[in-house]
């Protein structure tokens, strides 16, 4: 894949690149109060969502078509520039028609090779600037593929945005940033464009400045948050949206690295290992929680049919297979049954206060 940096663009763009703009475009009163807002913090580039991906049908899809106008008019009235999101070749149509300066490619479509492949196809020869978000599941391979796809189709322009990963309980983040997987892409493309989106991995306005911060400190070459007016009245994403002027503190607070010894891309290799080990921990205690939760779930269930918290033929099984697993993985089959003998102890240990109301003695 042909990676550019953003000096090759052609934009004169910020560095670091600065989006921002409401999750979804509501009213053409909501656009320009919120683009005014922006402007003022000198924001030049605006995003704002016209069709939505809902996860459930009947939650607002967004306003459609009727807001390419809306962006028009703003684009004129304040002279900034405009990406929206699109999922199809209608979609990438009306943009264009409507003179939208960048798209990208949303989380869910990224997941799906046939509309990534489609959606690429409607671009073939037109040099617009795109973005391809990670797709929902961490899966590195599946978010080259899409931007693959559309080298392949001739753009030129193409840049990456990390919006975290879903995961399966609650954790902090409404999308789990695992950042090695950032990193992983840059490696491998260092002069690909990576933007951080700070508002979906947060999911709350109060994580955003602390995720943007790493952003920086990983040396991302520039953020997409989401803003509006009133935040709390949004449409969409109330909870993770800033108003104009609480992102124009966020964005002065923020400390831009300077490229060098504090880049981690030319960080001491060991250090940029040990991030990343760090991280997997992370998601090993969160994988760990994910079993203890379960665990006290069976516990209720034995406990409400009255059955003994200790069966020995199902943990005969568990550790049987779970040492076959580990083999089949190239780990150390007695160090998998090692840990399961942890394991194991925890989760009686956990069957039985749910049992007896109490603690066991260990
Ligand atoms: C969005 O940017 O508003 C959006 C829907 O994001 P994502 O595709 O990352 O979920
Ligand atoms: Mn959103």
Redo the contacts with the bound molecule.
Sequence with gaps: METRTFEHWGMNLQNPLIIAGP??VETPEQLDKTVSGLVDQGVKII?G?VW??RTRPGNFEGVGAIALPWIKEVKGKYGVKFAI?VANPNHVEQALDAGIDLL???????VNPFAVQEIADSLKGVDVPIFV??P?NPDLALWIGAMERLDQAGLKRIGA?H??FSNFNDTKYR?SPMWQLPIELKTKFPNLPLLN?P??IGGKRDLLFDIAQMAYDLNFDGL?V?SHIDPDKAW??AAQQLTPEAFGVMLKRLKTRNTGLENPIFKHQLEQLREQIDEVDRELLEVMTRRMNLVEQVGEYKKSNNLTVFQIERWKKVFKTRAEWAQAMNLNPEFAREIFKLIHTESISKQTEIMEGTKLEK
């Design positions: 999750c979804s995003r969502g939505k991906p999101e990208w490619i949303g989380a869910r479509t990224t978000k990670n929902v945005i919006r975290g999308n989106d508002s979906h997409i989401e969409s994403d």
